[in-house]
Structures are given as C-alpha cells and as structure tokens.
C-alpha cells in the first residue's frame, strides 16, 4: 500500500511560549514510524500538516494516511487532518473526528465520563477567570489549560493550596494560553497510564507506574511539562522511575483495565488510546484525561514502553495500529483485501 505520513514537525516558534511546540513530533520519531511502515510492506511518503493537504492529495496517490498530526493551533487543532481526509475519502489510522474534538477538551470529556459512570476529579471550568470557586471543591486544586497536551501549561506551581494562589494560576492560564482554565481536585496517588491498542481485536497493554519519588530534588512530583520535556535529565533531577506492569494486585489491574477500554469505547477511539490515571492509597482510580493521539517516540513515549511490555515491537506496534485502521476500512468496502501485504498482516496478527 502507498502510505502517507502526516505530522507537524517539532521546531522553534518565534513570540510563542516555551511549550508552544511541545504536543509535536521529533524528526526521529516521524523517521521512525516512516522505517516501521516501511518494514511492513508498504511505501511511504512524508508531509507535514502545515502544508496544503488539499493541493497535495490532489497530486499524489495515497491509499491511507498514518495520522500523528496535532494540527495547526486551533481550537478544534487535532480535528484538522482527519476532517481534510474524510472531506477528500482518504482511509486514515485513529480516531475520527468527533472523537479527536472531544478528548482534546478536558472538561467535555470530564462531562461525557461521568455521564458513563467512570470515576474523574471533580472540577470546574473558568472562562473569564472571575468566576466563584465551587464550594465544593476541596484543595489542593490543580490548574490546567482546557484544550492541551502534553501538559502544556501544567507547571508545579500549577498545583495550590488557597484562593489566592488559585486565581493567579487560573488567569496565568487564560492570558497566555488564550483559553478556558480547568480547576479540578488534585488526586494524591500512583500515576498511571493505561494503552489500548488495536489490530482485530481491541487489548489493552500492560499498565505503566511512573514514580516520581527520584525526582525529589526537582520539585516536580507529577507529570508536569517540565517532567515531560525534560525526563531523563540527571542535571534537573527529572528522572522518574517507569515500572511496567504497575506494581499494583490483580483485582485493581483488572478494574483499570476495564476503565481503560470503558474509555477508549466512550469517547469513540480508533487503533489507539493512552488514559491517565491517578491511584489513591485505598485504590480508587480516578481518571485524568484520554489520549487519543498518544506519543509514539520509540525511546521515550509511554506507548511504545507499554507495548514493549507486551512483547510487542516498534515496527509491529506501527503496523498493528495500521492493521486495525485496515480492517475498519475493509469492513467498509474503501479497500481490498489484495492491498495488504499478506506476510506481515499475518505476522503482526498472531501477536493477538
């Protein structure tokens, strides 16, 4: 199959904040996934989403796009890309369009959660910034920007204690990343992150812990933008240790597992999905966000970490999740049987 790889490529932004490019991706994990499809069978091309999808689906043949593309800075930024292509009927991998509109809203996807029964911090929403703090809600509170990731905006200062401290950070929020601020309660527990991946069948990957307690010295204790940015740097004292599978027992590995795939079905997820977690000391996990578009780094992404847990490769990863993205689209009658290179669809799929 001839497949295309659409991105937006990581680089310096003049007059923008520090974490302005912090959701894109490196040249070494585009290169990656491109050496991936490439070990699958297929050709591939490479194009980057701040160029003219239109003009250039008008002028080169593609069967179906691999899609890692966080979009352009809009509201709706991570809808742009699969919206071009249902609007142009290319076959692409991940989620649709209504799905990648939701998830990147953090208070949406709070709203329709609960609506399933799935347990979320409670929270409220600020859009002006002089809105009455809840009386409900118990500190320490946590502030985020609405509508990023890659913990954008969520700084260890982002975490308060008082009123004072709160509406400085929600203002912070909304002045300079030009959107609604999140206030939700800080969860105290394991930080965890479940994926689910697809290719015939849905399964969900062995649970990562990521501790924190090695990162003392830094003042980070959670999965703030700088441990995100900077993980692994000895100098700044980010080094947060990874334990997969979770050290946690059975029956709590099995709950989240299911709110895992609760929440992948949910919010309508295709291929792939990474949720967040926080553990409390009596077991109780509360769910954070739902990644649709997780990292797919191979040294560094959580993803890839959890699927090679799983005993799965890089390169079976990359063409699991293209796999999964073939079968819906050959349920569909949008492509042929004959088009997949047969080798490897058999290969990746014993994996199951």
Same mark, same amino acid.
């Given at each position: ?6 991105? &937006? ?21 585009? #290169? ?12 591939? $091309? ?57 998830? #990147?809203?953090? @208070? ?14 409670? +929270? ?20 985020? *920007? ?45 930080? !965890?992150?479940?994926?689910? !991946? ?6 969900? #990957? ?15 204790? +959670? ?14 004292? !980010? ?12 029956? @709590? ?25 926080? !553990? @409390?000391?009596?077991?109780? *996990? ?14 560094? $992404? &959580? ?9 799965? @490769?890089? &390169? ?7 796999? /999964?993205?073939?079968?819906?689209? #050959?349920?569909?009658?949008?492509? /042929?049987? $004959?088009?997949? *290179? ?11």
């Amino acid at each position: 199959m001839d497949i295309t790889l659409v991105f &937006n490529l990581k680089k310096k932004e003049e007059n923008k904040p520090k974490d302005y490019c912090s959701e894109y991706d490196s040249e070494k994990t585009v #290169l990656s996934i491109a050496e991936a499809i490439k070990k699958g069978g297929h050709q591939v $091309s490479l194009i980057d989403a701040r160029e003219d999808l239109f003009a250039y689906f008008k002028n080169h043949k593609t069967d179906m796009v691999f899609n890692i593309a966080e979009g352009n800075g809009t509201k709706l930024r991570e809808s742009e890309v699969p919206a071009i292509l249902d609007m142009l009927d290319i076959p692409y991998t991940g989620s649709g369009v209504m799905t990648m509109a939701i998830a #990147l809203n953090k @208070t949406l996807t709070k709203k329709i959660m609960r609506s399933e029964g799935i347990i979320t911090p409670n +929270f409220q929403l600020f859009v002006k910034g002089t809105e009455r703090l809840d009386q409900g809600l118990k500190f320490p509170l946590i502030v985020k *920007p609405n509508r990023e990731g890659s913990a954008k905006g969520i700084l260890s200062s982002s975490v308060v204690n008082d009123e004072k401290r709160l509406y400085e950070e929600i203002n912070k929020v909304i002045k300079f990343y030009r959107q609604e601020a999140l206030v939700e309660e800080f969860i105290e527990g394991k930080e !965890l992150t479940v994926g689910v !991946l697809a290719n015939g069948i849905v399964r969900v #990957l062995p649970i990562l812990e990521i501790d924190f307690s090695s990162c003392k010295d830094s003042s980070e204790y +959670f999965y703030s933008w700088r441990m995100k940015e900077y993980q692994g740097n000895q100098d700044l004292g !980010l080094i947060p240790t990874f334990h997969c599978p979770a050290r946690i027992d059975k029956q @709590t590995e099995e709950k989240i597992e299911r709110i895992a795939l609760q929440c992948h079905e949910v919010i309508g997820c295709h291929d792939m999905s990474r949720t967040d977690i926080r !553990l @409390t000391k009596d077991n109780i *996990p509360y769910v954070l966000e739902i990644n649709p578009l997780p990292g797919l780094d191979p040294d560094e $992404s &959580n993803f890839p970490i959890m699927a090679k847990a799983a005993g799965i @490769t890089y &390169n079976e990863m990359i063409n699991s999740i293209l796999e /999964s993205a073939f079968r819906r689209y #050959l349920k569909g009658g949008r492509l /042929s049987e $004959s088009s997949w *290179p047969l080798g490897t669809r058999d290969a990746v799929s014993t994996r199951n």
